[in-house]
């Protein structure tokens, strides 16, 4: 599965410990960035999620070279946008 996966996440939240762990069970190969190290990101995050800071915020391009955002997505949703 190719193209280039950037969560956003705290250290704090389980709802990204989970994502991580199962992107790595299937092999989805991911950078992380820290929201509350980086105002840019957390920026970057709030304009995805109308003004909130909801984690995990994922940044996918695909093979196409389209860029998706999800929000909390399912391990099937990631896998589905890497395949767009």
């Known amino acids: ?5 950037t969560m ?8 990204c410990r ?3 762990s199962q992107m790595e ?5 991911y950078t992380e960035v820290n929201i509350e190290q980086d105002p840019a990101s ?3 995050v709030e304009e ?7 984690v995990p915020t994922l940044l ?3 093979d196409s070279g389209k860029s998706t955002t999800l929000t909390n997505p399912s ?3 990631v896998k589905q946008a890497l395949a767009a």
């Open 8 to 15: 956003y996440s705290t250290t704090w939240c389980g709802y």
């Open 18 to 20: 989970r994502l991580k």
């Open 42 to 44: 957390a920026k970057f």
């Open 48 to 54: 995805a999620n109308g003004g909130n800071q909801t």
């Open 25 to 29: 069970r299937e092999g989805i190969a």
């Open 75 to 77: 391990v099937a949703q």
């Open 1 to 5: 599965m190719s193209g280039n996966v």
């Open 60 to 62: 996918i391009s695909g």
